[in-house]
T-cell receptor
Framework: EDKVVQSPLSLVVHEGDTVTLNCSYE??????LLWYKQEKKAPTFLFML????IEKKSGRLSSILDKKELFSILNITATQTGDSAVYLC???????????FGQGTRLTINP | DTAVSQTPKYLVTQMGNDKSIKCEQN?????MYWYKQDSKKFLKIMFS???????INETVPNRFSPKSPDKAHLNLHINSLELGDSAVYFC????????????FGPGTRLTVT
């Protein structure tokens, strides 16, 4: 069965800290991995990773994929209270017709 | 200009009732989805439509019936609502079935009492 597992489930840090969120997967015919940020409402797209070892970066957020060890990490440096959200990892299966999501990591940034 | 919109945003109803949730996307995408997010925040796909045709049906009870009148709209009708149907329902769209990036609507929080 295709599976996506995120850790930790919950993380509380202080503003300015750096955090690393983990996502491991077991899927057949892996093609890509996606990260989403969910604040109060809709998940919003952050990154799509398809190649191993190549870092994707957007401001203070960066992500990298390891296809050999079947995981990805999402790093956030110099965290701000606005980074507080649930971060979701997802892997498309069945030719990308279906996204399998992890259970999410709830990140809380305290001032 | 909302890309993916859903109505209503909140829905409170009693067990046994029938209700509908509507979704519209103005992105010109071919593919639309319904997801259910439970209290533990797990997002699970329910249905996927491509150009008005059903392509994924994830063993959802047949009380749930999606309808796509055109490729910009995907509605979800739920008959005989049960307590376990309480969740947030998200609509999403993607350019085509093999597009990995999906755009989500704001969600509809359904509470069944």
């Amino acid at each position: 069965e295709d599976k996506v597992v995120q850790s930790p489930l919950s993380l509380v840090v202080h503003e300015g800290d750096t955090v690393t969120l983990n996502c491991s997967y077991e899927v057949t015919n892996f093609r890509s991995l996606l990260w989403y940020k969910q604040e109060k409402k809709a998940p919003t797209f952050l990154f799509m990773l398809t190649s191993s070892g190549i870092e994707k970066k957007s401001g203070r957020l960066s992500s990298i994929l390891d296809k050999k060890e079947l995981f990805s990490i999402l790093n956030i440096t110099a965290t701000q209270t606005g980074d507080s959200a649930v971060y979701l990892c997802a892997v498309p299966i069945q030719g990308a017709q279906k996204l399998v999501f992890g259970q999410g990591t709830r990140l809380t940034i305290n001032p | 200009d909302t890309a993916v919109s859903q109505t209503p945003k909140y829905l409170v109803t009693q067990m046994g009732n029938d209700k509908s949730i509507k979704c519209e996307q103005n992105l010109g995408h071919d593919t639309m989805y319904w997801y259910k997010q439970d209290s533990k925040k797990f997002l699970k796909i329910m249905f996927s439509y491509n150009n008005k045709e059903l392509i994924i049906n994830e063993t959802v009870p047949n009380r749930f019936s999606p309808k796509s009148p055109d490729k910009a709209h995907l509605n979800l009708h739920i008959n005989s609502l049960e307590l376990g149907d309480s969740a947030v329902y998200f609509c999403a769209s993607s350019q085509h079935p093999n597009s990995y990036e999906q755009y989500f609507g704001p969600g509809t929080r359904l509470t069944v009492t």
